[in-house]
């Protein structure tokens, strides 16, 4: 397509053309500032910031907006229309003035401003057109030839560069691909191995690996095997302890006389749950069996054990040496 804007591309009996090209669509579009792209990547951004401006935009003649002099409207852009590969149209709504320079053919050409992407030179943004005869180029200009414009540009770019490294945490040396690089690194799907407070749980650092949380994990279980291993141990020692202590403390209290044999069962089921407390009973209980004797008054043998007491020994679960250790 031939990049020139000829006003009088429509039928002009009579009216000004109602829709204008203001952008052609190409790669790499040869101009003497440089390079330009209309893609479609930049013909969605172009509509895109057209649409989140309310005022419509103005169409100037010459350019004269952007000098600070007085400069009155050619007409006003309502619409942007993207045509694909005939590029970005505007529908305009002209000033008699206007309508009567483009139909005395007076004004045939128009000049678009628009900001442009540094690293791609893809343009961004449309930023208004004028009416002129002595365009730059013979053709669409990308960037207005209006001394500082295009420099304020690069320098506002150049910022938000500079604040784009800040916020990757890159020096402000950081070249374009530097940036690209840290940006797909953020892209790259991040592995939780564990929350925060299960790491501190752990004793280990924020950055600890899956290996190290797990082989933490599995120490901490043998460890934690190991201590149930041996509570058990203890424990069944303990209640072996227990269970002599309440068969010697129950067989002190029969040989003094203060439990009878048929007490005996509840007497050992009572001290193995609470020693202390049958410890108490005995003390306080008064003597239930005459002193010394458990059965009969037969005189023991010289070891201190008859047939009769080793039968009622046995009976009773009292072993051998525990009567004789009480039973002087």
């Given at each position: 397509?031939?990049?020139?804007?000829?006003?009088?591309?429509?039928?002009?009996?009579?009216?000004?053309?109602?829709?204008?090209?203001?952008?052609?669509?190409?790669?790499?579009?040869?101009?003497?500032?440089?390079?330009?792209?209309?893609?479609?990547?930049?013909?969605?951004?172009?509509?895109?910031?057209?649409?989140?401006?309310?005022?419509?935009?103005?169409?100037?003649?010459?350019?004269?907006?952007?000098?600070?002099?007085?400069?009155?409207?050619?007409?006003?852009?309502?619409?942007?229309?993207?045509?694909?590969?005939?590029?970005?149209?505007?529908?305009?709504?002209?000033?008699?003035?206007?309508?009567?320079?483009?139909?005395?053919?007076?004004?045939?050409?128009?000049?678009?401003?628009?900001?442009?992407?540094?690293?791609?030179?893809?343009?961004?943004?449309l930023i208004n057109v004028a009416l002129t005869n002595q365009p730059n180029i013979d053709g669409m200009v990308p960037l207005v030839n209006k001394a500082g414009y295009f420099d304020n540009e690069k320098k506002e770019d150049n910022t938000m560069f500079k604040e784009l490294l800040k916020l990757l945490g890159l020096a402000e040396t950081a070249t374009e691909q530097d940036?690209?690089?840290?940006?797909?690194?953020?892209?790259?799907?991040?592995?939780?191995?564990?929350?925060?407070?299960?790491?501190?749980?752990?004793?280990?650092?924020?950055?600890?690996?899956?290996?190290?949380?797990?082989?933490?994990?599995?120490?901490?279980?043998?460890?934690?095997?190991?201590?149930?291993?041996?509570?058990t141990a203890v424990n069944t020692l303990k209640n072996s302890l227990t269970a002599r202590d309440a068969a010697e403390a129950v067989a002190v209290a029969m040989k003094e006389g203060k439990i009878t044999p048929a007490q005996k069962e509840w007497a050992d089921e009572y001290a193995k749950r609470d020693l202390a407390g049958f410890k108490v009973f005995v003390a306080k209980a008064p003597v239930v069996v005459v002193h010394g004797k458990i059965v009969g008054d037969d005189k023991p043998p010289e070891g201190g054990i008859d047939e009769v007491q080793m039968t009622v020994n046995k009976q009773m679960g009292i072993s051998d040496d525990t009567f004789k250790k009480y039973n002087k």
């Open positions: 397509m031939d990049p020139i804007l000829i006003l009088i591309s429509k039928d002009m009996n009579g009216a000004a053309p109602e829709e204008i090209q203001v952008i052609p669509y190409g790669v790499k579009i040869k101009t003497p500032k440089g390079e330009f792209t209309m893609d479609e990547e930049s013909a969605a951004a172009v509509m895109g910031a057209f649409a989140a401006q309310k005022n419509q935009m103005v169409i100037d003649y010459e350019h004269q907006t952007l000098s600070g002099m007085e400069a009155p409207a050619a007409g006003w852009i309502t619409k942007l229309i993207n045509k694909g590969k005939d590029g970005i149209w505007a529908v305009v709504e002209w000033t008699e003035k206007a309508r009567r320079y483009l139909l005395n053919k007076e004004y045939k050409y128009v000049s678009p401003v628009f900001s442009k992407r540094i690293s791609d030179n893809r343009v961004l943004r940036a690209i690089a840290a940006i797909n690194k953020l892209k790259e799907p991040v592995k939780i191995i564990a929350n925060k407070s299960v790491l501190d749980a752990l004793g280990l650092a924020e950055t600890a690996t899956e290996a190290e949380v797990t082989g933490t994990i599995l120490a901490m279980k043998q460890s934690h095997d190991q201590i149930g291993t041996l509570t």
